[in-house]
T-cell receptor, first 111, second 113 residues
Framework: QKEVEQDPGPLSVPEGAIVSLNCTYS??????FMWYRQYSRKGPELLMY????GNKEDGRFTAQVDKSSKYISLFIRDSQPSDSATYLC???????????FGGGTRVLVKP | DGGITQSPKYLFRKEGQNVTLSCEQN?????MYWYRQDPGQGLRLIYY???????QKGDIAEGYSVSREKKESFPLTVTSAQKNPTAFYLC????????????FGPGTRLTVL
């Protein structure tokens, strides 16, 4: 079993809809959580960075962490075709520890 | 523009040949990393360097080698000992190793013929 699980998708939504992405993990020691966006044949781009449990909002993006359930989420409001990409979650136990990545979820936003 | 550059974008290699992938950053970051990405899989750490002239193995270092002679450069050599080298290779950097926020380059797609 992988330490971090992510549904590979694809997740197809109409433009303007809310995109809901999530990752589950097995290591309760993870404390730092990140979401990256990766366009096809490009490097990942850091979208959100959170520490411990709670919510964080940045523009159209909201990241949620539920450590009790070992579950993190990313919501994208008012989705645009330009949001079509693969979204990777990543997490680490502490500052300076290596990142463990999920396999990524491919998202398609249709005009 | 500050950022990370990787070259070449696409690379083809015959079996049995070593090949070196370039990674350069002008962000003045101390820490640099190499990852491998295969379809449907998460990024896996090959090597990382916390500071110049120092580097450590990651989770899948076998068949790879690195050097860190300059702060801005962290080249990766894929040797003939790497059994399945065809993959997308990503270089990343962070301000320091204690910072989790890593910034990635555009990647190099290596194909072994």
């Amino acid at each position: 079993q992988k330490e971090v699980e992510q549904d590979p998708g694809p997740l197809s939504v109409p433009e303007g809809a809310i995109v809901s992405l999530n990752c589950t993990y097995s290591n309760s020691a993870f404390q730092y959580f990140m979401w990256y966006r990766q366009y096809s044949r490009k490097g990942p781009e850091l979208l959100m960075y959170t520490y411990s449990s709670g919510n964080k909002e940045d523009g159209r993006f909201t990241a949620q962490v539920d450590k009790s359930s070992k579950y993190i989420s990313l919501f994208i409001r008012d989705s645009q075709p330009s949001d079509s990409a693969t979204y990777l979650c990543a997490m680490s136990r502490a500052a300076g520890n290596k990142l463990t990545f999920g396999g990524g979820t491919r998202v398609l936003v249709k005009p | 523009d500050g950022g990370i550059t990787q070259s070449p974008k696409y690379l083809f290699r015959k079996e049995g040949q070593n090949v070196t992938l370039s990674c350069e950053q002008n962000l003045n970051h101390d820490a640099m990393y190499w990852y491998r990405q295969d379809p449907g899989q998460g990024l896996r750490l090959i090597y990382y360097s916390q500071i110049v002239n120092d580097f450590q193995k990651g989770d899948i270092a076998e068949g790879y080698s690195v050097s860190r002679e300059k702060k801005e450069s962290f080249p990766l050599t894929v040797t003939s000992a790497q059994k399945n080298p065809t993959a997308f290779y990503l270089c990343a950097s962070s301000i320091g190793f204690s910072y989790n926020e890593q910034f990635f380059g555009p990647g190099t797609r290596l194909t072994v013929l």
